[in-house]
C-alpha cells in the first residue's frame, strides 16, 4: 500500500507504459529523476516509494542512466521483455527528435547570451528538481534495515567524497556500494 492510502495499480498495457514514460520524458529538462518519482509512485501508483528507492538503487549501479534503467525495469515488471521496450522506447524517442531540433537550433543561436543565460537557469531548476526528491526519499530511509542514521552517513560520506574531494562517482560506488551491501546483509542475517 502507497504512502497515499490509495493502492497500487498497474498500467494497463504497452500503450499506457509508452504514453506515460514519453510524457515522463518530456517534463525533464537536465534530468527526469525528480519527475519520475513523482510521476511513478504518488500519480500513477505504479510503485510504492520504497520500491522506487529499490530500483533507483539497483539503476544506480548499472551502467547507463538512471531512469532509463528503471523505465526498463518498470516495463519488464509488467508486461516482460514487450512492456520493457515500450517503456524504453517511449522515455527516449520523443526527446531524442527534440534534442536534434533544439541542438540544430542551439547552433544558431549558440552565441546569443540570452540563450546561454536561459540555459543557466534551467540548470538551476534542475537542481532544485534533485534536492526536492532527494528530500521526499530521506522518509524511506526510516524504513532501511541500516537504519536512518546509518543511511544518512552513508549519503554525506559520498557527498564530500562526489562534491568535497572530487572523487568520481564510479569510484565512489565501487567503495562505498560493497560497504553498505555488506552492512545490510549483517544486519538482515537470522
Known sequence: M????????QPQSCGELFRV?????????GGVLAVAQHELVERQR??????????LSVGQVLPGPNVVNISLMIGDRFFGWRGAASALVGMLAAPLVLMLALAMLYGR????????GALRGMGAVSAGLVLAM????VGSLKKNPLGLTTCLALGALTV???????????????????????LAWWKLRP
Open 2 to 9: 502507497p504512502e497515499s492510502g490509495q493502492p497500487l495499480r
Open 160 to 182: 564530500g567524497l562526489v562534491v568535497g574531494m572530487r572523487w568520481p562517482l564510479a569510484w565512489v560506488l565501487a567503495g562505498l556500494g560493497p560497504i553498505a551491501i555488506g
Open 46 to 55: 505504479w510503485l510504492t516509494r520504497d520500491e522506487f528507492l529499490e530500483m
Open 109 to 116: 543561436f549558440a552565441d546569443d547570451p540570452r540563450v546561454s
Open 134 to 137: 532527494a528530500w521526499k526519499l
Open 21 to 29: 514514460f514519453t510524457l515522463l520524458a518530456l517534463q525533464g529538462f
